[in-house]
């Protein structure tokens, strides 16, 4: 959970050309919509960088909808 929304976390592994990247993805349901949060780095990279990726997603707020007035 982060910031008391249950999550959903996903691998996905991607070949693009020569390149294999690996990206982390968090599904955030936020009332009736939902933010997704992705991170990508080379699949080389992904062991140690996953731990850096899983700090950084602690820090996610999503952003408060503006009423018309304070537009």
Known sequence: AIHQHT???LVVKIQAGET???????TIPDGQRF???TYSTP????A????????SII????LQE?????S
């Open 35 to 37: 933010w997704l949060v």
């Open 20 to 26: 294999q990247i690996t990206q982390l993805v968090y």
């Open 66 to 70: 503006m009423s018309s007035e304070e």
């Open 43 to 46: 699949s080389s990279e992904f």
């Open 7 to 9: 999550t959903g976390q």
């Open 48 to 55: 140690q960088r996953r731990e850096e990726f899983e700090q």
């Open 59 to 62: 820090t996610f707020s999503p």
